[in-house]
């Protein structure tokens, strides 16, 4: 594929072993390689990572939705930062910026700045979220694949594309090779959230749904998107 720029939406549970908490040190490094070989062909990478892996603020029914975000928010930064070092050992240079200010671990999230790292040819990680409670972390990768005029997202996910109903439940279910975000919002598909739709088909942005599991999948993706399905404002 000719994208130059390019964003990954990453979630926490891409990070954690078996058990679902935490991180593996296998699994990251094993991204992180992935990332690096993509850096050096040429490509502009700025990663949203999810916090799943540590906490889910949708998942908790006594606590206020608006603490609860922002303890997931937190948890995006944790990830954020073993992204970040797993990628600078292999002698890349990576910024992580947070949405939600800590100067002393993550920069604070300003849009130029993110820009100007890209251009410089550095990995940006997105964390913190959108700084704000009630938005899920596929909507900040939709935001700020907008923001950084990104020509394509990938969205990284459990299973390897969108489908008409559940794989897990259903055999006969229907993989798309390729769909319009219309299709998303007006079937009301799981595949990301109506928000996140909305602003990648506003913005014309085009996705890749895939799965992570297999590999060098998101090697994979970048040079060919029939591993998963295309979703754009028009087929």
């Keep these: 594929m000719d994208y130059k720029r390019i964003l990954l939406k990453l979630s926490g549970e891409a990070l954690a072993p ?9 699994i990251l490094n094993n991204i992180a390689q992935q990332i690096v070989e993509i850096y050096h062909k040429g490509h502009e990478i700025a990663i949203v990572v999810g916090g799943g892996n540590f906490w889910r603020g949708r998942s908790s029914k006594t606590m206020d939705r608006s603490t609860a975000d ?6 995006t930064v944790i990830n ?8 600078e050992n292999y ?20 849009r130029r700045r993110a820009v100007a790292h890209l251009e ?29 005029e990104a020509e394509l997202i990938l969205f990284a996910k459990t299973i390897d594309g969108v489908y008409d109903k559940d794989p897990h439940l259903y055999e006969n279910a229907v993989k798309f090779d390729k769909m319009t975000y219309k299709n998303v919002l007006d079937q009301e598909l799981q595949v990301m959230d109506q928000t996140a739709a909305a602003l990648l088909k506003e ?3 085009p996705s890749l749904v895939f799965s992570m ?7 994979r993706a970048i ?13």
């Excluded at 078996?18 to 296998?26: E, Q, R």
């Excluded at 954020?80 to 990628?87: R, V």
């Excluded at 410089?120 to 950084?148: C, M, Q, W, Y």
């Design 80 to 87: 954020g930062l073993a992204l970040q070092d797993a990628i």
């Design 213 to 219: 599991k297999g590999d060098n999948n998101l090697i």
């Design 18 to 26: 078996a058990s679902g908490t935490g991180i593996d040190d296998d």
């Design 203 to 205: 913005n014309n942005i």
């Design 91 to 110: 002698d890349i240079p990576t910024r992580c910026m947070s949405a939600i200010e800590m100067n002393k671990v993550a920069e604070p999230y300003i």
């Design 120 to 148: 410089k040819h550095r990995i940006v990680i997105f964390s913190g979220g959108t700084g704000n409670p009630f938005f899920s972390t596929d909507t900040t990768a939709a935001l700020r694949a907008a923001e950084i």
């Design 223 to 235: 040079e060919n998107t029939s591993i998963g399905t295309m979703i754009g404002r028009e087929i």
């Design 70 to 75: 922002y303890m997931g928010m937190l948890a």
